[in-house]
């Protein structure tokens, strides 16, 4: 394993450090280019783009100016420019923002091939997730995604999703917010969503607890701190203006760069150490259901292609479903209608289960029926996607369906926040929170995935979204049945990091309910 900071890098950092020589040349030609900026960015300020859907581009920089200003709010950015186009489409080249479902299903379906994973995003990941089915298109790609298609699939593996997720509800979140309720104490529902989900991303991938929940294992709050650090900080490459700086500190390996470095190397040595004591101790021998020992026992991939799909996994899973249900929380803590109605769904579904069973946790056919709750998470989700931004670079130059011209580099952009709030796709109520609008006589109603592309659509739609909808609907039943909730501190901003999180945490104080079940005692 090779990083940054190879020797040639040292040689050249300790020679820079000292006495930073720079040339004449280079001075001057950067002056120009600095200027060049200023000015643009200057005229940027006092002057409105010439029309809604095509923005205005300066002669040597192009459309640079722009992203200098806007780099920092690309969603909020992306989504004004949207809502004012009439055809839901803007070209600042070399870049198309889209919010039309019809150019959404193009690039991500008909026209797939033309519009691979690629980019700022693809290269500031690539060091982490090397050549992970997250990152990595054509053949590589196709045989992960069969692989994992096929075992994502399995019923085996939605029902050790739903066992990991009681075991950790039950054993650890009821006790956690129990404490809370009875001692007062403000509790960060985001923070905590956050350690549930990875540590059982952790047991669906690996068969290993980190137990970030209880915060007690210092290996696994390390693993925690580690991945979280290398995954925020791949994601700050991706939203620089210009990627050289952050390619001119990795080889310098400076600053964020060490940090990531180090980061990174902490999370491989963990990943490599999972996957040798698996195939030490052998796939079979002991838990068998996690997504490593089905690797292990079905094929005979290397080492390096099982860490770099594994960790592609856990970070397509840990901070996409707490961000969703921080999210939902949230819109639940100003709706008791609609926390009561979840609560009149759960009694009607427990009332069938009969005396015997009202203390036990929800079944896996029991979640599927949760029909209004469903929804309500779906009405969630559209208004804040936990993806809201998703970037596809155009091989060979193409059309779009509206009749945008996409030339061969650039990148297609699909904003799913602006598309949920879209009122030709949701109608006059679409800023409204109605889960309702899911509903046809009381049953889920999917929509086409083209216009609600949260899951992303096509050949690479979510392979976790099922198991996403497991999780949520169980966590949900879980905390409404036990507790009240009321939220301390006005909270709304987003966050645009791996998801959009929450800015600042959910402060949410608990209070256990009389009329909760009895006990959550039993993992089944
Ligand atoms: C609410 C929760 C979730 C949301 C909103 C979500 C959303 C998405 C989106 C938008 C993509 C496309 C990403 C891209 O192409 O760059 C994606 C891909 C993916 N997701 Fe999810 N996801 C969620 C949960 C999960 C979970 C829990 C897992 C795994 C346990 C998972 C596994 C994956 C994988 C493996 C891919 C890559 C698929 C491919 O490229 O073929 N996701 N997800």
């Not at 991303?201 to 690996?206: E, H, K, N, T």
């Not at 427990?350 to 015997?356: A, P």
């Not at 599927?368 to 804040?384: K, N, T, V, W």
Request: hydrophobic share 40%; net charge neutral; with cysteine.
């Amino acid at each position: 394993m090779t990083y940054p900071g190879t020797p040639l890098a040292d040689v050249v950092r300790m020679s820079l450090r000292p006495k930073m020589e720079v040339s004449f040349y280079f001075l001057s030609s950067s002056c120009l280019f600095l200027f060049c900026i200023l000015a643009s960015a200057l005229l940027l300020l006092f002057k409105k783009p010439s029309s809604p859907t095509i923005l205005q581009s300066y002669p040597l920089i192009g459309t640079l100016p722009h992203f200098i200003k806007n780099c920092n709010r690309v969603l909020e950015w992306s989504t004004e420019l949207l809502a004012a186009s009439p055809t839901a489409t803007v070209t600042v080249a070399p870049m198309v923002f889209t919010a039309n479902p019809s150019n959404v299903e193009h690039v991500l379906k008909t026209n797939f091939d033309n519009y691979p994973k690629g980019g700022s995003i693809v290269s500031a990941l690539h060091d982490f997730l090397g050549r992970g089915i997250f990152i990595s298109n054509g053949e590589q790609w196709k045989v992960q995604r069969k692989t994992a298609s096929f075992e994502f699939n399995t019923k085996s593996l939605r029902a050790f999703v739903l066992h990991a997720v009681r075991r950790e509800a039950v054993g650890r979140l009821v006790p956690l917010l129990r404490r809370a309720s009875r001692s007062g104490e403000v509790v960060d529902l985001q923070d905590v969503f956050e350690r549930f989900a990875f540590d059982n991303i952790c047991s669906l991938v690996f068969d290993q607890d980190p137990s970030c929940l209880l915060g007690g294992n210092e290996e696994g709050e390390r693993f925690f701190h580690a991945f979280d650090e290398a995954a925020h900080l791949c994601i700050d490459r991706a939203k620089q203006a210009l990627p050289l700086v952050w390619k001119l500190k990795k080889w310098l390996d400076v600053g964020s760069e060490r940090r990531l470095r180090e980061s990174m190397s902490t999370v491989h040595e963990f990943v490599d150490m999972f996957i040798y004591l698996k195939r030490r101790r052998g796939a079979g021998d002991g838990g068998d259901d996690d997504l490593l020992s089905r690797f292990v026992k079905n094929g005979e991939q290397s080492d390096e292609f099982l860490r770099d799909f594994l960790i592609s996994v856990v970070l397509a899973g840990r901070d996409t479903t707490p961000a969703a249900i921080t999210w939902f929380f949230w819109e639940l803590s100003s709706r008791p209608d609609v926390v009561e109605a979840i609560r009149e769904e759960l009694r009607s579904i427990r009332s069938k289960q009969g005396e015997k069973r009202t203390d036990e946790v929800f079944a896996l056919e029991e979640l599927r029926g949760m029909h209004y709750l469903h929804a309500a998470i779906s009405e969630s989700l559209r208004l804040h996607p936990a993806v809201p931004l998703l970037p596809r670079v155009c091989e060979r130059d193409d059309k779009l369906p509206d009749g945008t011209k996409v030339c061969k580099g650039w990148t297609v952009m699909y904003n799913s926040y602006a598309m949920g709030r879209d009122e030709g796709i949701w109608g006059e109520d679409c800023k409204e929170f109605r889960p309702e609008r899911w509903l046809e006589e009381g049953e889920f109603q999917a929509v086409s995935a083209f216009r609600y592309p949260v899951f992303h659509a096509g050949p690479r739609m979510c392979l976790g979204k099922d198991m996403a909808v497991i999780q949520m609907k169980a966590l949900t039943a879980i905390i409404l049945e036990g507790f009240e909730m009321e939220l301390v501190e006005e909270r709304g901003k987003h966050q645009l990091s791996v998801s959009m999180r929450m800015e600042g945490g959910l402060p949410m104080r608990f209070r256990e309910r009389q009329a909760g079940t009895k006990a959550f005692n039993l993992i089944k």
